[in-house]
């Protein structure tokens, strides 16, 4: 019987989440015509980062990693690459860390270390996690267009697939042809 | 395999094998309902185990745990719309042949059940949460529920978050009763929920530029407590009255403030956070029940200073009685002998990472790590030292000291080497000596071929200066793989544990992983992988041994 209703509520909160959204009855994001959820964090400068502020005008990519996750630190030369090559074209990086209470304090000095200039928060609720990312893998990447769509969500790190990731970049800000 | 429910269970496998594997339809799925227009973003995780020999010393017959097979699954869902989510993680686990423990409850069932379900809506300044979710307050010492996926852990609080939030200020009162994940994928028994009732609130300002300032309190309302029992009828029971051990857990109260200094003229960062909790229980005695109450103290400072070439960091702890934990349920405490707790906190334990730390409620230490960047290069040196009194118990003391080399290349090919000494001191004897090495390589080793590499080494004596318990042993976890973008991933791994408790002390195994989009995948294991106690943050777990086969498969639509 628990079973039964369980899935019942499964099937049935989806339907009524789209009555709801019907009620609501307001569109888009601020104009931005995104239906994807908006975070707001503060950026290791002190700044705050507005996710709406770029949803449906930039190209956003959303990096996960975390201060004891190699591959992820194997990978940030690359995101860093492609911030001082294409942030001028609208292409707008958010460095998401993983990072718990215990290694938190290790984010900081990592990133002054490394010199890294893309904003970098800390996900320290999980709700980042929870929108983009909610197997909470790391590294974890997702790329959204500027029409406010994910176009692309990539799990893990490969060396050899740092090219590809650049050409699909510079396809969604129209720069090229993604290969 | 030659059972009928082995060769069903092999069946269902392949079938939501077969659902996991048919063509995903892209990133996520638009479409519109009444005009609104709404995005649905599916992540299905399956997770099919085949034990040759389950390591749970409880089943006492080894025909009774041997060849088991079950099957967990993961269905996430997110349906977007304007300012609102829906999510939905939908858990399923199922026992081909469940390992039967005569004379006892099994504690391996099928289980179906959302394990997360929120509607979450931002409007403005507010974020307000229905249902399950994870938070943290300040340095994770007074409340800190999230998933750690290293241990198989996972508590949410399932009830109402709001969130006020401007870029000078934020608040937040959240309220709800703790969820923990029920089958998870260490030890597969099916765990209830603790069901304690958590209230906190949170506010944290910036009243000049460069300072911000919080403070926060939570009250846990446990399963004896008045509120709890008064909402138990509402809340569908669960208002059980049974004491463990004599004793009833009331009510932990803990608050706290926090100082931080983010960035001093682009070179000094400090925080700093305190906290107090009361715990209520009471005790049944011959004399009738008697209240007791406990209390405890945490301090936590941090300083970051950053030079041209060199980055410090220095932390500080002190712990007095820190110990803020789920109620222990008294169904599978007494009747299956299941005392596994959650923690609901995570205190800094200037620990690595993965270093077991068995204490960290009556500890007091500090840690300082120096970086330093190598002129005209991407390369670093680094060296850190710990020490801590009281640990791992009292009136013992522990120093921890390593260093190593990091090169950092282009995105291409990265190194970290360290080697360090720990040493846990007694009056009467050495508990642990260790020396530690640990490797981690990234290279392109040709054009379309990656090469990961990692070993993590230790020398191991404990109770050194004891006749009978000295021992002398390795420890160790080493893998390579190959990876062959976009598609395939091999890997070769290998674990040795020497100790005298272990039987067969070599850990072979292998993986073979096949990407088929960049975010899906299957992965395959064979082979054996060590147990023993893992900890991840100062949360430590007892994981099983495990021989047999794993196969998962994650697909994101």
Same mark, same amino acid.
């Given at each position: 019987?628990k079973?039964?209703a369980?899935?019942s509520?499964?099937?049935?909160?989806?339907?009524?989440?789209?009555?709801?959204?019907?009620t609501?009855g307001a569109?888009g994001?601020?104009?931005?015509?995104?239906?994807?959820p908006?975070?707001?964090?503060?950026?290791l400068?002190?700044?705050?980062? /507005?996710l709406?502020?770029?949803?449906?005008?930039?190209?956003?990519?959303?990096?996960?990693?975390?201060?004891y996750c /190699?591959?992820c630190?194997? /990978?940030?030369?690359?995101?860093e690459?492609?911030?001082?090559?294409?942030a001028k074209?609208?292409?707008?990086?958010?460095?998401?860390?993983?990072?718990?209470?215990?290694?938190?304090?290790?984010v900081?000095p990592?990133?002054k270390?490394?010199?890294y200039?893309?904003?970098?928060v800390?996900d320290?609720?999980g709700?980042i996690s929870q929108?983009y990312?909610?197997a909470?893998t790391?590294?974890?990447?997702?790329?959204?267009?500027?029409?406010g769509?994910?176009?692309?969500?990539?799990?893990?790190?490969?060396?050899s697939?740092?090219?590809?990731?650049e050409? /699909?970049v510079?396809?969604l800000l129209?720069l090229?042809?993604?290969q | 395999?030659?059972?009928?429910?082995?060769?069903?269970?092999?069946?269902?496998?392949a079938?939501?094998?077969g659902?996991?594997?048919?063509?995903?339809?892209?990133a996520?799925?638009?479409?519109?309902?009444?005009?609104?227009?709404?995005?649905?973003?599916?992540?299905?995780?399956?997770?099919?185990d085949?034990?040759?020999?389950?390591?749970?010393?409880?089943i006492?017959?080894?025909?009774d745990?041997?060849n088991?097979?079950?099957?967990?699954n993961?269905?996430?869902?997110r349906?977007?719309?304007?300012?609102?989510t829906?999510g939905?993680r939908l858990?399923?686990?199922?026992?081909?042949?469940?390992?039967?423990n005569p004379?006892?409850?099994s504690q391996y069932?099928?289980?179906?059940?959302p394990?997360?379900?929120?509607?979450?809506?931002?409007?403005?300044?507010?974020?307000?949460?229905?249902?399950?979710?994870y938070?943290?307050?300040?340095?994770?010492?007074?409340?800190s529920?999230?998933k750690?996926?290293e241990?198989?852990?996972?508590?949410s609080?399932?009830?109402?978050?709001?969130?006020?939030?401007?870029p000078?200020?934020r608040a937040?009162?959240?309220? +709800?009763?703790t969820?923990?994940?029920?089958?998870?994928?260490?030890?597969?028994?099916l765990?209830?929920?603790?069901?304690d009732?958590?209230f906190?609130?949170?506010?944290e300002?910036?009243?000049?530029?460069?300072?911000?300032?919080?403070?926060h309190?939570?009250?846990?309302?446990?399963?004896h407590?008045?509120?709890?029992?008064?909402l138990a009828?509402?809340?569908?029971?669960d208002?059980?009255?049974r004491?463990?051990?004599?004793a009833?857990?009331v009510r932990?109260?803990v608050? %706290?403030?926090?100082v931080e200094?983010?960035?001093? %003229?682009?070179?000094?960062?400090v925080?700093?956070?305190?906290?107090?909790?009361?715990?209520?229980d009471?005790?049944?005695?011959?004399?009738?029940?008697?209240d007791?109450t406990?209390?405890?103290l945490?301090?936590?400072g941090q300083?970051?200073?950053?030079?041209?070439?060199?980055?410090l960091?220095a932390?500080?702890k002190?712990?007095?009685?820190?110990?803020v934990?789920?109620?222990?349920?008294?169904?599978?405490a007494?009747?299956?002998?299941?005392?596994q707790?959650?923690?609901?906190?995570?205190a800094?334990t200037?620990?690595?990472?993965?270093?077991?730390?068995?204490?960290?409620t009556?500890v007091?230490?500090?840690?300082?790590?120096?970086?330093?960047?190598?002129?005209?290069?991407?390369?670093?040196l680094f060296?850190?030292?710990?020490?801590?009194?009281?640990?791992?118990?009292?009136?013992?003391h522990?120093?921890?000291?390593?260093g190593?080399f990091?090169?950092t290349?282009?995105?291409?090919?990265r190194l970290?080497?360290q080697?360090?000494?720990?040493?846990?001191?007694?009056?009467?004897l050495?508990?642990l000596r260790?020396?530690?090495?640990?490797?981690d390589?990234?290279?392109?080793?040709a054009p379309?071929?990656?090469?990961?590499?990692?070993?993590?080494?230790?020398f191991?004596?404990?109770?050194?200066?004891?006749?009978t318990?000295?021992?002398?042993?390795?420890?160790?976890?080493?893998?390579?793989?190959?990876?062959l973008?976009?598609?395939?991933?091999f890997?070769?791994?290998f674990?040795?544990?020497t100790?005298?408790?272990?039987?067969s002390?070599?850990f072979?195994?292998?993986?073979i992983q096949?990407r088929?989009?960049?975010?899906?995948f299957?992965r395959l294991?064979? +082979?054996?992988?060590?147990?023993?106690?893992?900890?991840?943050?100062?949360?430590?777990?007892v994981?099983p041994?495990f021989?047999?086969v794993?196969?998962?498969?994650?697909?994101?639509f």
């Amino acid at each position: 019987m628990k079973r039964l209703a369980a899935l019942s509520l499964f099937v049935a909160l989806p339907l009524l989440i789209a009555a709801c959204a019907s009620t609501n009855g307001a569109t888009g994001d601020g104009g931005s015509g995104s239906t994807l959820p908006t975070f707001s964090a503060t950026t290791l400068d002190g700044a705050t980062f /507005e996710l709406g502020d770029h949803l449906g005008k930039d190209v956003v990519l959303i990096s996960f990693w975390a201060t004891y996750c /190699e591959p992820c630190k194997a /990978e940030m030369p690359i995101i860093e690459q492609l911030h001082g090559r294409y942030a001028k074209d609208g292409l707008k990086i958010v460095s998401v860390a993983l990072d718990g209470a215990d290694t938190v304090a290790g984010v900081r000095p990592f990133i002054k270390r490394q010199r890294y200039s893309f904003d970098v928060v800390v996900d320290e609720d999980g709700t980042i996690s929870q929108a983009y990312n909610p197997a909470g893998t790391a590294p974890f990447t997702v790329i959204i267009g500027k029409n406010g769509k994910i176009a692309k969500q990539i799990e893990g790190f490969q060396a050899s697939e740092a090219q590809m990731l650049e050409n /699909e970049v510079k396809a969604l800000l129209g720069l090229g042809h993604a290969q | 395999m030659t059972s009928a429910p082995a060769t069903a269970a092999l069946a269902l496998a392949a079938t939501l094998l077969g659902v996991s594997l048919s063509p995903p339809a892209g990133a996520v799925i638009p479409f519109e309902v009444g005009g609104v227009k709404l995005t649905l973003d599916v992540t299905e995780s399956l997770f099919a185990d085949f034990h040759t020999s389950l390591d749970d010393p409880q089943i006492l017959d080894e025909a009774d745990r041997s060849n088991i097979f079950d099957i967990r699954n993961r269905l996430n869902v997110r349906l977007r719309a304007d300012k609102l989510t829906l999510g939905v993680r939908l858990d399923f686990a199922w026992f081909a042949n469940p390992p039967a423990n005569p004379g006892q409850a099994s504690q391996y069932q099928d289980d179906i059940r959302p394990e997360e379900l929120f509607l979450t809506g931002r409007f403005g300044d507010f974020t307000v949460t229905l249902g399950d979710d994870y938070l943290t307050f300040g340095r994770g010492l007074a409340l800190s529920l999230r998933k750690i996926d290293e241990l198989g852990f996972a508590t949410s609080l399932r009830g109402v978050h709001v969130q006020w939030r401007t870029p000078r200020f934020r608040a937040r009162f959240v309220t +709800g009763l703790t969820n923990t994940l029920n089958v998870d994928g260490v030890e597969e028994k099916l765990i209830p929920d603790p069901n304690d009732v958590v209230f906190g609130a949170q506010v944290e300002g910036t009243p000049i530029d460069g300072l911000k300032i919080g403070a926060h309190i939570v009250d846990i309302e446990r399963r004896h407590s008045g509120i709890r029992t008064a909402l138990a009828g509402a809340l569908g029971g669960d208002d059980d009255d049974r004491p463990l051990s004599n004793a009833r857990h009331v009510r932990t109260l803990v608050g %706290g403030g926090s100082v931080e200094l983010p960035t001093l %003229g682009d070179v000094l960062s400090v925080y700093a956070e305190i906290d107090a909790l009361r715990n209520e229980d009471t005790r049944e005695t011959a004399s009738g029940r008697k209240d007791t109450t406990t209390t405890g103290l945490a301090a936590y400072g941090q300083v970051q200073l950053f030079l041209e070439r060199l980055t410090l960091l220095a932390e500080l702890k002190h712990y007095d009685n820190w110990d803020v934990s789920s109620t222990l349920h008294p169904d599978t405490a007494q009747l299956q002998g299941i005392t596994q707790t959650f923690s609901y906190i995570v205190a800094p334990t200037l620990e690595r990472i993965d270093q077991r730390v068995v204490n960290n409620t009556d500890v007091t230490g500090g840690h300082l790590r120096v970086d330093y960047a190598i002129p005209d290069s991407t390369d670093s040196l680094f060296l850190s030292g710990a020490y801590f009194a009281d640990a791992p118990v009292q009136n013992d003391h522990t120093i921890h000291v390593y260093g190593g080399f990091e090169h950092t290349g282009t995105g291409t090919d990265r190194l970290l080497l360290q080697a360090g000494y720990r040493r846990e001191e007694a009056a009467e004897l050495t508990r642990l000596r260790m020396i530690h090495l640990d490797l981690d390589v990234f290279a392109l080793l040709a054009p379309g071929v990656d090469m990961q590499l990692h070993w993590s080494h230790e020398f191991r004596d404990k109770n050194v200066g004891t006749a009978t318990l000295q021992e002398t042993y390795l420890e160790g976890t080493s893998y390579v793989s190959v990876n062959l973008p976009p598609d395939w991933s091999f890997t070769a791994q290998f674990e040795y544990l020497t100790d005298a408790s272990t039987d067969s002390p070599y850990f072979p195994g292998a993986i073979i992983q096949y990407r088929f989009t960049r975010d899906s995948f299957i992965r395959l294991f064979a +082979g054996r992988s060590k147990g023993g106690l893992k900890c991840s943050g100062g949360v430590c777990r007892v994981f099983p041994s495990f021989e047999g086969v794993k196969l998962e498969s994650t697909v994101r639509f």
